[in-house]
Nanobody, 127 residues
């Protein structure tokens, strides 16, 4: 079993920044990729970003590309999501996830589900 513990959510104004953290209890084959999904009220869950934990390849949704950056620190089994230039539409609960492949992020509805999920953290962008 792998536990994912998230931190870093909060409330900000448009244009401001936040950084989310997701610490894994250990790295296994199920954590080859780690990243983030989000779900806003009344909307479907959507993939946000992912990173290969033993490499450097990344994935970004079009809606966040250029504003969000996913990084990792393998020494502490943690991935980070730096969110800059936040918009009202970024408001959602952000969930960290871990999977053996990047498919949960790239295939959307037709892809497999991640193996593990974090507890979720609220990000609110309001003026």
């Amino acid at each position: 079993q792998v536990q994912l513990v998230e931190s870093g959510g909060g409330s900000v104004q448009p244009g401001e920044s936040l950084r989310l953290s997701c610490a894994a209890s250990k790295y296994t084959a199920s954590t080859n990729y780690m990243g983030w999904f989000r779900q806003a009220p009344g909307k479907e869950r959507e993939a946000v970003a992912a990173i290969r934990t033993r490499g450097s390849s990344t994935f970004y949704a079009d809606s966040v590309n250029g504003r969000f950056t996913v990084t990792q620190d393998n020494a502490v089994n943690t991935v980070y999501l730096q969110m800059n230039s936040l918009k009202l539409e970024d408001t959602a609960i952000y969930y960290c996830a871990a999977a053996p492949t990047v498919l949960p992020w790239t295939l959307r509805h037709s892809g497999p589900s991640p193996d593990y999920w974090g507890q979720g953290t609220q990000v609110t962008v309001s003026s």
